[in-house]
């Protein structure tokens, strides 16, 4: 039954990657290929931005009370 599962699904990927790779044409695959290099950079990038914003936040606006005052 597992085999029969495994096999299922590499068909299915294989008929997928059949029927969607002569529809591709090459500029469009860079573009994309780019276009999604630029968003993970940028995703990253403003992932580190927040990060550091954050504690900045928590640093300044989010102190511990003393509690001896």
Do not use: W
Request: glycine content about 8%; proline content about 4%.
């Amino acid at each position: 039954m597992n085999s029969n599962s495994a096999s299922l699904k590499l068909g299915t990927l294989g008929g997928t990657l059949a029927a969607a790779l002569p529809s591709l044409q090459r500029d469009t695959l860079l573009e994309a290929i780019i276009l999604a290099g630029v968003g993970a950079c940028v995703s990253f990038v403003v992932s580190m931005v927040l990060k550091v914003l954050f504690k900045y936040l928590q640093k300044h606006f989010f102190k511990p009370r003393d509690p001896n005052s």
